[in-house]
């Protein structure tokens, strides 16, 4: 299996774009990150798509052949991929293997959606229509989720109104974040009941937005114009729809972490900043406890002793997550790459994480007798900076 | 690259099936190529889905979850895949990557779809809403692809009806087909017209069904319990977007037929038999040219010769088509493959194609600018057969 490089990124800022097409929003990120990368639209060998809800909400198949040829890329392989909230990131690990398995050099991933909703509906995803039909829709579930970890471990509202404090701190800092806002425990807190405990500023909200890649392989790097960061896991996986004995985690994710470490040969200790999938801020709690970053039923610790802030030891949605920067769904996987490598290289402006080496993105999506469609993790790193580990 | 073997292929008869969902029609097809293949749901170690549809008409994503669990597939990486027409076989094309690659032993590749849609509605596909509106639908665009044809090459309409008579007489032997009825050339002419030249059986129906592949490795095709196919060839490619000059044929297809020869080490002149994707009758004619099966133009000759029907050197389309089979969009190029594979196996029963050793199969989706956004060939070879050549 061959090496793989992040070499060109770019997204668009996410936000309410009505006056933006898909393909307005796709070729912005795709034109920025084939700039960043130096490549020319004709060396790029495949094109993956990752979009969730474009044939739900817009009548509109094919959205990547779309994208791609407005951006001069054609004649090439290109897939439509959607696998819920982790379509951009599946889409990216469908490009991984094209590349890692010798099929092509060079890909481009597109992460795009349009997925402001008409008030007052719910998506239906997979076969959750009758558990959606009996009020078990996304809030409804995590809400119970941060009801079992408050039950089981003391987790507090106050703690998990901190993830969205700190969101928003690290988002205000993003030009690209939809929320350019600071909050404060009072006032998320103060919002508008959504699904108890989860209040309105403890949701993500819907956005437009895209995100794109360049990825390559090693000889191709070595002549690519920007840093390349190696991407040295990339693990899909699906859960087990067993009845959830267990709601305060979830096995896929743990499942998807540990391949990740093992192919990487790292450990959560090696991590130096991550992106994570904080639909609701419970689930930031949730992850932090999944990728081992603290054992089960200490995330709310570590929101408190300020360790995933931006200036702790281990930052984790500096890019202001799906809290802040808003969650497109289908780009927001891909999103996450486009922040950890600007991370990585050192670019990331006001809320750069200092001396970042390893950054990990883990993002899941759908929902299956509840559990989980898709989930999967990347690990990436900055191979010319020296090892160092920074959570001990 | 590993070579890459069919060791299950099973289908659910095409059709209307109003009462069945889409997890019921998957469901079928996946436990038929399951059991067929002799294998253990708990083996399989990636799930890819082809689906074109179901966003859209049943407002449903993550329909390869919701199959998959039902016959006891979890835990394992689950990709959607869309690329219109083409959404099956490139599900079968990221699949075979992935055990070609090295990255699994043995995948399972489901098309399924539900497309019977609302009467008086067109499909959205690409960005063809424009040309859309002005007329320049499916039908509308294989009408002036026909007339052109005919103008160009001196192709009748009595040669398009007779692709529909072949291939209803083929869909009559096949008991999984959605026509059972066996038409006349007149019959074929004077049904209610549709977009001249072609008439209403000169269309493929809108239908419900699913199919579904197990693919291995060589390791592991050695222990299947039936008889391994080999994927010779799996290619994927997308038009150039091109202001189509030739309205006679797409260059995309031959771009995929000369990478599939090339690939495989095989020519036109080694194919026993084929499915395409007649979507409308001057396709078939269509895609024996852009195949290599005759030189441009020719294709009306091949029909007239009887080169392409059971019994002649060529038998395309054996199961029926797509215009007596039917067109389960997201299922059409994965039951191409269940076909080749059974009569590959010689298991084709009354419609077998007999000393088949290499079957090709070709089919493509969407528009853009009038051109194709996805097309695949994969060739299939039956390596326990001696070699011989059938179109000389």
Known sequence: MRDVFVVGVGMTEFGKHPELSLRDLGRQACRAAIEDAGVKPDEIEAGYCGNALASVLQQT????????????????????????CASGSTALHEAWKSVAGGFCDVAIVLGVEKSVMPKGTALNVGTASLEAQLGDIFP???????????????TTREQMAQVSVK??????????????????????LASPMIADPLTLYSCCPNSDGAAALVICSA?????????????AASVLTTGGYDNQRDLTGWEAE??????????????????????V???????????????GFCPPGE???????????LGGALPVNPSGGLLSKGHPVGASGVAQIVELTWQLRNEAGKRQVADSRVALAQIMGGSQQGDVCACT?????????????CLS
Chains 1, 2 share one sequence.
Request: proline letters at 3%; one cysteine or more.
């Open 299 to 309: 995330g709310g610790r570590l929101i408190d002793q300020g360790v995933t802030a």
């Open 140 to 154: 409804g579930n995590f809400a119970m989720m941060a009801a079992r970890h408050m039950e089981e471990f003391g």
């Open 277 to 291: 999938h904080d639909a609701f801020t419970i689930c930031e709690i949730v992850h932090y406890e999944g990728l």
């Open 167 to 188: 969101n928003h701190i690290s988002g205000a800092l993003n030009p690209y974040a939809q929320f350019q806002k600071i909050l404060s425990v009072e006032e998320v």
């Open 219 to 231: 000889d191709f790097a070595s002549r690519a114009t920007s840093k390349a960061i190696k991407i």
């Open 377 to 389: 993790v990347h690990i990436l790193v900055n191979e010319q900076m020296p090892a160092a580990s």
């Open 254 to 275: 743990r499942s998807a972490a540990a391949q990740a470490y093992e192919i990487a040969g790292l450990g959560p200790e090696d991590i130096d900043c991550a992106e």
């Open 61 to 84: 198949t094919s959205v990547g052949q779309s994208v791609f040829w407005e951006v001069g890329i054609h004649k090439i392989p290109v897939v439509n991929i959607e696998n819920a």
